[in-house]
T-cell receptor, first 117, second 114 residues
Framework: AQKVTQAQTEISVVEKEDVTLDCVYETRDTTYYLFWYKQPPSGELVFLIRRNSFDEQNEISGRYSWNFQKSTSSFNFTITASQVVDSAVYFCALSGSSGSSASKIIFGSGTRLSIRP | NAGVTQTPKFRILKIGQSMTLQCTQD?????MYWYRQDPGMGLKLIYYSVGAGITDKGEVPNGYNVSRSTTEDFPLRLELAAPSQTSVYFC?????????????FGEGSWLTVV
């Protein structure tokens, strides 16, 4: 069975601080795909990144960076110099590559991030 | 530039009533999904479909039914609504996750059962 754990329910930081959102996953598939989505207060789901299990390179996109560590089954997300507009719920998600797990994304419970001015 | 379209956006149902949430996508995606998001919680997969005529249960299918007669449409039927079905429902679609793609979500449908 596949599982995604986001142990941090809520995080609150002051603007311009760096913040890391943790994501730990479980899967039996040797090939799998990890995702991060953002859900701002308006409620829509915004795709941020997709990572394939066979590509362990970390990724940076502006103030956002992602650290994929297969050895610890983690796919953490860091926001550098946070801004108030980063306030949202962030979801980590997992999709497998075999059988029914290849057809769907399983989501973690989310981390609510609040950036205080 | 429609993407995934869900209707209605808001609905209040009485206990025991039935309704259908409509979902249509114009991206010719084979895969379609229904998720629910309870207040302050993550998304749970209700049903999904890998193509017209094929549907399968997700994590929380009880109390719901789906059909997929066309590539574009994937309606979700609630029979005998219960307060536990108060939630935000998201429809989504994809070309297929193992081929470098991701899921595209609709804007959500807010359902309250009273």
């Amino acid at each position: 069975a596949q599982k995604v754990t986001q142990a941090q329910t809520e995080i609150s930081v002051v603007e311009k601080e760096d913040v890391t959102l943790d994501c730990v996953y479980e899967t039996r598939d040797t090939t799998y795909y990890l995702f991060w989505y953002k859900q701002p207060p308006s409620g829509e789901l915004v795709f941020l990144i997709r990572r394939n299990s066979f590509d362990e390179q970390n990724e940076i996109s502006g103030r956002y960076s992602w650290n994929f560590q297969k050895s610890t089954s983690s796919f953490n997300f860091t926001i550098t110099a946070s801004q108030v507009v980063d306030s949202a719920v962030y979801f980590c998600a997992l999709s497998g590559s075999s059988g029914s797990s290849a057809s769907k994304i399983i989501f973690g419970s989310g981390t609510r991030l609040s950036i205080r001015p | 530039n429609a993407g995934v379209t869900q209707t209605p956006k808001f609905r209040i149902l009485k206990i025991g009533q039935s309704m259908t949430l409509q979902c249509t996508q114009d991206m010719n995606h084979n895969y379609m999904y229904w998720y629910r998001q309870d207040p302050g919680m993550g998304l749970k997969l209700i049903y999904y479909s890998v193509g017209a005529g094929i549907t399968d249960k997700g994590e929380v299918p009880n109390g719901y039914n789906v059909s997929r007669s066309t590539t574009e449409d994937f309606p979700l039927r609630l029979e005998l609504a219960a307060p536990s079905q108060t939630s935000v429902y998201f429809c989504a679609s994809s070309y297929g996750l193992s081929s470098g793609n991701t899921i595209y979500f609709g804007e959500g449908s807010w359902l309250t059962v009273v």
